[in-house]
Nanobody
Framework: QVQLVESGGGLVQPGGSLRLSCAAS????????MAWYRQPPGKEHGLVAT???????NYTDSVKGRFTISRDNAKNTMYLQMNSLKPEDTAVYYC??????????WGQGTQVTVSS
């Protein structure tokens, strides 16, 4: 069975850092695109960052300069390094991967809470 396991969430003070991980397994095709989404409490989900197989990245404006998305293709794992966290970053963070057949897979979500 396909597995997409997220980890790294937690409670952090404003200005702190967290690193999220998303590890994919049992996906028989190359993961061409990986992305992080987030859903703040009471709000709709939105795209945070994407990364292609070749390493091309894109970020939503609110996280540019603070967040870094990366991937290890050999491990089918991606990361989201989050620095200078703000209370408005509080959300459930979801990873999504797309394989070369066009199939999407979602992680279970991990809670990030930024609060003093």
């Amino acid at each position: 069975q396909v597995q997409l396991v997220e980890s790294g969430g937690g409670l952090v003070q404003p200005g702190g850092s967290l690193r999220l991980s998303c590890a994919a397994s049992r996906i028989p095709f190359i993961i061409v695109t990986m992305a992080w989404y987030r859903q703040p409490p009471g709000k709709e989900h939105g795209l945070v960052a994407t990364i292609t197989y070749s390493g091309r990245t894109n970020y939503t404006d609110s996280v540019k300069g603070r967040f870094t998305i990366s991937r290890d293709n050999a491990k089918n794992t991606m990361y989201l390094q989050m620095n200078s966290l703000k209370p408005e970053d509080t959300a459930v963070y979801y990873c999504r991967v797309t394989d070369s057949r066009g199939t999407y897979y979602w992680g279970q979500g991990t809670q990030v809470t930024v609060s003093s």
